[in-house]
C-alpha cells in the first residue's frame, strides 16, 4: 500500500458566523423594541427634585421592637415606661422629628400600641408603623 502524498495546503474547517450573527442582531433589535413599549405599573405620581426635596434623615426617631418584646432606641435595650422621656428627650434636640417605629412582624400588639401611646403623650405628630422582616 503506497501512500499518497498530500500538496502543502491542508483544509481548514471553518465556521461561517454569518446566520449567527444574524441571529444576534435580529435579538438585539427585538429586545429594543419590546423594553421601548413596557409602561410600569402603579400610580402616576411626580417625584420631588433633589433640590426641593426636605432631607432629614437624622432628624427621625427610630423605636424597634424585636419579637421577644424587647425596645429598643438609640442602640440600647429601653423599658416601656421609658420611652416617653426618651422620646421628649429626643425631641426636645430635634422638634421637627417623626418617629419610626418599627416592629418584627411576630411582636406582641400590645407592646406596640403601648410605644404609640408613649411617643402621642410626648408630644409627637408624625408616627409612623413599619413591619420588620420574619
Known amino acids: 500500500m503506497a501512500r499518497?502524498?498530500?500538496?502543502?495546503v491542508e483544509?481548514?474547517?471553518?465556521?461561517?458566523?454569518t446566520p449567527m450573527l444574524d441571529i444576534v442582531f435580529i435579538m438585539l433589535i427585538f429586545f429594543i423594541?419590546?423594553?421601548?413599549?413596557?409602561?410600569?405599573s402603579g400610580l402616576d405620581y411626580e417625584k420631588p427634585e433633589a433640590s426641593t426635596a426636605p432631607s432629614q434623615p437624622s432628624s427621625n426617631i427610630f423605636i424597634g421592637v424585636s419579637?421577644?418584646?424587647?425596645?429598643?432606641m438609640e442602640n440600647r435595650n429601653v423599658d416601656i415606661e421609658r420611652v416617653t422621656a426618651n422620646?421628649?428627650?429626643?425631641?426636645?434636640?430635634?422638634?421637627?422629628?417623626?418617629?419610626?417605629?418599627e416592629a418584627d412582624k411576630l411582636a406582641e400588639h400590645g407592646i406596640v400600641v403601648?410605644?404609640?401611646?408613649?411617643?402621642?403623650?410626648?408630644?409627637?405628630?408624625?408616627v409612623f408603623v413599619s413591619a420588620g422582616k420574619d
Open 87 to 101: 422620646v421628649e428627650r429626643m425631641l426636645a434636640e430635634t422638634p421637627d422629628a417623626a418617629v419610626m417605629i
Open 11 to 17: 483544509d481548514e474547517a471553518q465556521i461561517d458566523m
Open 114 to 126: 403601648k410605644i404609640l401611646d408613649s411617643v402621642k403623650k410626648a408630644g409627637v405628630d408624625k
Open 67 to 72: 419579637k421577644t418584646g424587647v425596645i429598643k
Open 4 to 8: 499518497k502524498k498530500h500538496s502543502g
Open 33 to 40: 423594541v419590546t423594553t421601548s413599549f413596557i409602561k410600569p
